[in-house]
Nanobody
Framework: QLQLVESGGGLVQAGGSLRLSCAAS????????MGWYRQAPGKQRELVAT???????NYADSVKGRFTISRDNAKNTVYLQMNSLKPEDTATYYC???????????????WGKGTLVTVSS
């Protein structure tokens, strides 16, 4: 079984930075990518960034140039560096384990409990 635990959320002023971490334990052979999602109050969960085993990354247009996803295989940890934060980035951020097939990310039912990011104006 795969378990994911997020950390690093908090309150930050607009223009500030935060780094989220997602520590993974366990192995599922069919998982070949990790993703960060976010969900703001009253909105649907949206995919923010993904990274494959080969370190290929992809980002939502809303965060391109501001967020960076990375991984440390030795620590089984995926990171999301968030810079130039905006109030509209306020959301609960979730780590997910998934599969990339022909360039598209498919989430699997492995989720962390989320970490709250609040950006004040």
């Amino acid at each position: 079984q795969l378990q994911l635990v997020e950390s690093g959320g908090g309150l930050v002023q607009a223009g500030g930075s935060l780094r989220l971490s997602c520590a993974a334990s366990g192995v599922i052979l069919s998982i070949n990518a990790m993703g960060w999602y976010r969900q703001a109050p009253g909105k649907q969960r949206e995919l923010v960034a993904t990274i494959t085993r080969g370190d290929s990354t992809n980002y939502a247009d809303s965060v391109k140039g501001r967020f960076t996803i990375s991984r440390d295989n030795a620590k089984n940890t995926v990171y999301l560096q968030m810079n130039s934060l905006k109030p509209e980035d306020t959301a609960t951020y979730y780590c997910n384990a998934g599969t990339v097939i022909q360039g598209s990310y498919y989430s699997r039912n492995y989720w962390g409990k989320g970490t709250l990011v609040t950006v004040s104006s």
